[in-house]
């Protein structure tokens, strides 16, 4: 663990900050975009198995291995990026507001509530149809039948724990460690998240920035991990099982090509 008052670590989190951001971008401009494009043109369930499984493994290893080197160098300018945004005039109105009336868990709650709730009204509302909407080219993600059912719930809750642990706890603070302005460290850190959706298209990039900041508004304002992490995979499990159960009742279809 790297500490905040030598003079090197700034330098030394510099060099991380450049590998990660190498690793990131390479994947996401030339193995992600291909990979999808090759996936989107697979109809048998095995094939789109065998790409889910190595999209789950690769994501937890190159993500959450990711996080866990970051955390471990970088773990101490956690609360110190915490206690920077809480001083910005906003962070200091927002805690005088909360801090007398403890609704931050209430805040939370409610944002993680209208999610869930304004997910299962979107979903119900077009169960009828074949037009499900989705921001940007996801539509060859969902699961199409039972067997490909539990790889959309086993993605989106990989999701949920690494992309959260990566982009909201670990990328900010080593950032911050770098700059030192917690300005930078959230903007670029929402901005690179956002940007890695690159193979779903310009919609896709501009709802995942959108939704990027929506979960690190919750990691800041409560200065629980947790609860984007839930947040996260609630959004994603919208997406790749509640649409393909209620929408079009991938449990009920067994696995076959399509």
């Not at 030394?12 to 990131?24: P, Q, T």
């Not at 449990?251 to 090509?257: G, I």
């Amino acid at each position: 663990m790297l500490s905040p008052d030598s003079p090197s670590t700034p330098w030394v989190l510099g060099v991380v900050l450049a590998g990660l951001l190498g690793l990131l971008v390479a994947r996401a401009v030339r193995r992600d975009r291909r990979d999808y494009q090759r996936f989107k043109r697979f109809v048998d369930t095995a094939d789109r198995q065998r790409m889910f499984r190595m999209w789950l493994i690769e994501a937890f290893v190159t993500f959450g291995g990711s996080a866990t080197v970051i955390l471990i160098l970088a773990w101490q300018f956690v609360p110190l990026l915490l206690t920077a945004v809480r001083e910005w005039p906003v962070g200091r109105w927002f805690a005088a507001v909360v801090g007398t009336s403890g609704l931050i868990p209430g805040i939370a709650l409610g944002i993680a509530i209208a999610i869930v709730l304004g997910t299962i009204v979107v979903v119900y509302a077009v169960r009828k149809t074949d037009d499900v909407p989705t921001i940007g080219d996801i539509g060859a993600l969902l699961p199409r039948n039972r067997a490909e059912l539990a790889f959309g719930a086993a993605l989106s809750l990989n999701a949920g724990l690494v992309e959260e642990l990566l982009f909201r706890l670990a990328v900010p603070a080593l950032i911050y460690g770098v700059f030192g302005d917690a300005v930078v460290a959230v903007i670029a850190s929402i901005a690179l998240f956002g940007g890695l959706h690159i193979y779903q298209g310009v919609w896709g990039v501009l709802g995942s920035t959108a939704i990027g900041a929506l979960l690190m508004l919750l990691y800041l304002t409560t200065g629980n991990i947790l609860v984007p992490i839930i947040a996260h995979a609630l959004i994603d499990l919208r997406s790749l099982v509640l649409i393909p159960v209620v929408v079009f009742r991938v449990h009920t279809k067994a696995a076959e090509k399509v």
